[in-house]
């Protein structure tokens, strides 16, 4: 089992910015891919950035050149820097896991990003 647990999500006035975390635990040298995706009210949950073990990350258009993925092996903590910010960006941030050879993913609860116009 992997638990996630995010945090840093708040209310931001339109071109500030914020950062989450992401504090992973449990069997957390499985993970191949950790990710922050995030649901906006009515609509479907969508990826925002991933990264992998070595570094490489992917990031949605919406988001690319605004915000920055990176993790902390250390700390077992994936970042997600979000600069830039715009009031369509308001959503419920998700970290996810996955552990490729099992076939599985973990969520977490998601933190609350609010950005006002």
């Known amino acids: 089992q992997v638990q996630l647990v995010e945090s840093g999500g708040g209310l931001v006035q339109a071109g500030g910015s914020l950062r989450l975390s992401c504090a992973a635990s449990?069997?957390?040298?499985?993970?191949?891919?950790m990710g922050w995706y995030r649901q906006a009210p009515g609509k479907q949950r969508e990826l925002v950035a991933t990264?992998?073990?070595?570094?490489?990350?992917n990031y949605a258009d919406s988001v690319r050149g605004r915000s920055t993925i990176s993790r902390d092996n250390a700390k077992n903590t994936v970042y997600l820097q979000m600069n830039g910010l715009k009031p369509e960006d308001t959503a419920v941030y998700y970290c996810?896991?996955?552990?490729?050879?099992?076939?599985?993913?973990?969520w977490g609860k998601g933190t609350l990003v609010t950005v006002s116009a």
């Open positions: 996810n896991a996955v552990i490729k050879f099992l076939s599985v993913d973990y």
């Open positions: 449990g069997r957390i040298f499985n993970i191949n891919v």
């Open positions: 990264i992998t073990t070595d570094g490489s990350t």
